[in-house]
């Protein structure tokens, strides 16, 4: 069992940065492909960005394209998600998640692929 605590979380302007971190509590972590949802008040969980357990693959969902990036270090146990020019509607609960992979390069999009999940941390971007 894998326990993930998110941090980084806030309040930020538009047009500002947040860099979000995933830790993890096991050692297997560097076998677990890991990605980021995010929630906002009303809407479906949606799919931000996903990273592969080797690092070799990463994937981000259409509207954070060329905003947000997403990396890992494995021996540190942790996955990074760098945002910039953050925007209003980039406002919703961040979630990490976590799933075992054989393939160093598996990245799944879809949110029941994935079996553990932190708790979230809240970004709000005002305008």
């Known amino acids: 069992q894998v326990q993930l605590v998110e941090s980084g979380g806030g309040l930020v302007q538009a047009g500002g940065s947040l860099r979000l971190s995933c830790a993890a509590s096991?050692?297997?972590?560097?076998?677990?492909?890991i990605a980021w949802f995010r929630q906002a008040p009303g809407k479906e969980r949606e799919f931000v960005a996903g990273?592969?357990?080797?690092?070799?693959?990463?994937e981000n969902g259409d509207t954070v394209k060329g905003r947000f990036t997403i990396s890992r270090d494995n021996a540190k146990n942790t996955v990074a998600l760098q945002m910039n020019d953050l925007k209003p509607e980039d406002t919703a609960v961040y979630y990490c998640?976590?799933?075992?992979?054989?393939?160093?390069?598996?990245?799944?999009?879809?949110?029941?692929?994935?079996?553990?999940w932190g708790q979230g941390t809240q970004v709000t971007v005002s305008s």
């Open positions: 998640a976590a799933t075992r992979s054989s393939s160093p390069w598996f990245v799944s999009r879809v949110l029941g692929a994935y079996g553990f």
């Open positions: 096991e050692g297997t972590f560097g076998t677990k492909s």
């Open positions: 990273i592969s357990w080797s690092g070799g693959s990463a």
